[in-house]
């Protein structure tokens, strides 16, 4: 199914095409049904079938809560496995009689009671075990219900599953680094790429952020780095990540290239935007850290390359990368402990980044690009305006306020001006994939 801006523009494209006389109105069904329009008119149906199992789910697990104590062990495991099957048994009817929304439903109920009989079968027979493991099994079957149905809310649940399970994991026991999580992350992506979902893939790319999020202080205590030297790797990895997407792109059936790379340049972006924030503990970078950059560095100026002798890059793109890793090295370099001497410079560096991102998202007609580097802007104009007054220390609070007010509101007024005007020379063919 095509992306829903797509649709939307199709839809539109379709009015004025048929106003002028370029399509006949008989056929606009047909060319809407063949891009999967029709597949989103049962989407009322679908939330609150899906809301209905998750009351169902919330009700059978206080009822069973509430009468645990006076059920024998044979009567429990009758309630939890008998409602187990009751609703992955109704879903097969729904299925079988073209209801597959609702049935959906139902398959979303049988995870959701899959879990609630974990917990209780543990509970009934004293399992002492490493509780995250049952998370973990949990969200196993949940990833076995989204492959063998398949369920787009099964695989949903799954990764929201694996991220709770990896937090806990790196949170409460402290993982040194949790790998575990990558291979049962790239199955879910898999599935969801097998199923053209790109809900899915925007979801696995948040869960993976995410995990690397939790994970930083677990990088740090493995690699040894410095604060700076640990948020770098949000900056190199990122970019080397979308400069391999770029080249992937043109063979990307279901976006899977174009929304990673969205993902990964924005992350990127923001922490290239912090990087001026966090002090680096040594004197000098570490030898594995310099090997890191080094790669990464390589990596990303040689997939731009060699996309702008494919038309894919501009020269710009290729100057932009350099630019961002060679600044990135340099301030690991130069940063001292409370040094605030490059704060000026690599704000200047910041807003050359984003001016950059705006260019390229004018270039390839990329909507997404421009409203989220349009953002990017407001906050590092926000945040020069609060650095800016925090160093002065000299303004009284009302008039900071004040003055802080009508800046917003100037803000506001003129990025959504530039934002529409750079939006308004992007074709109906602009790349809109990631939502």
Request: hydrophobic share 55%; charged share 10%; glycine share 8%.
């Amino acid at each position: 199914m095509r992306p829903p801006f797509y649709l939307r523009q199709l839809k539109r494209d379709l009015d004025t095409w048929i106003a002028k006389g370029l399509v006949d109105e008989d056929n606009k069904e047909a060319i809407l049904a063949s891009v999967g329009a029709g597949s989103q008119a049962r989407t009322l149906d679908v939330i609150l079938a899906v809301f209905g199992v998750i009351l169902i789910g919330a009700g059978a697990m206080s009822f069973v809560a509430a009468n645990w104590a006076a059920m024998a062990k044979l009567e429990r495991l009758i309630v939890l496995f008998g409602s187990l099957w009751a609703a992955y048994g109704i879903a097969g009817w729904f299925m079988a009689n073209n209801r597959g929304a609702i049935g959906q439903a139902f398959v979303l109920l049988g995870v959701i009671l899959f879990g609630v009989n974990i917990h209780f079968v543990a509970q009934t027979y004293n399992i002492q075990a490493h509780y995250p493991d049952g998370l973990l099994l949990w969200g196993v079957g949940a990833i076995l219900a989204a492959a063998l149905v398949p369920s787009r809310a099964a695989l949903a649940l799954a990764l929201g599953l694996g991220g709770w399970w990896t937090w806990q994991e790196t949170q409460h026991f402290g993982a040194v680094l949790h790998l575990p999580f990558l291979a049962y992350w790239a199955v879910c992506t898999a599935i969801a790429w097998y199923m053209n979902w790109r809900p899915g893939i925007h979801l696995s790319s948040l869960t993976l952020l995410g995990w690397f999020v939790i994970s930083f202080e677990a990088i740090q205590r493995l690699l040894g780095w410095g604060d700076a030297e640990v948020l770098t790797i949000f900056i190199f990895l990122p970019l080397a990540i979308w400069s391999l997407m770029q080249l992937l792109e043109r063979n990307d059936a279901n976006g899977l290239a174009l929304s990673t790379g969205h993902y990964a340049f924005f992350v990127f972006l923001i922490a290239y935007g912090v990087l001026q924030l966090p002090d680096n503990d040594s004197q000098s970078p570490s030898t594995t850290w310099l090997g890191f950059a080094a790669l990464m560095t390589v990596v990303s100026v040689g997939a731009v390359t060699a996309g702008f002798n494919r038309k894919t890059f501009s020269v710009l793109d290729v100057f932009g990368t350099l630019f961002a890793c060679v600044t990135t090295m340099a301030y690991i370099f130069l940063v001292q402990r409370y040094d605030d001497v490059l704060d000026i410079p690599y704000l200047i560096f910041a807003l050359i980044v984003i001016l950059w991102s705006v260019q390229r998202g004018v270039r390839l007609q990329d909507t997404f690009v421009i409203n989220w580097s349009t953002v990017a802007f407001g906050l590092w104009f926000l945040y020069c305006y609060f650095k800016l007054f925090e160093d002065l220390a000299l303004v009284h609070q009302s008039l900071f306020f004040t003055i802080g007010g009508v800046l917003l509101i100037l803000l506001s007024l003129t990025l959504e001006f530039l934002r529409r005007r750079l939006i308004a020379g992007v074709q109906p063919t602009a790349k809109e994939a990631t939502p």
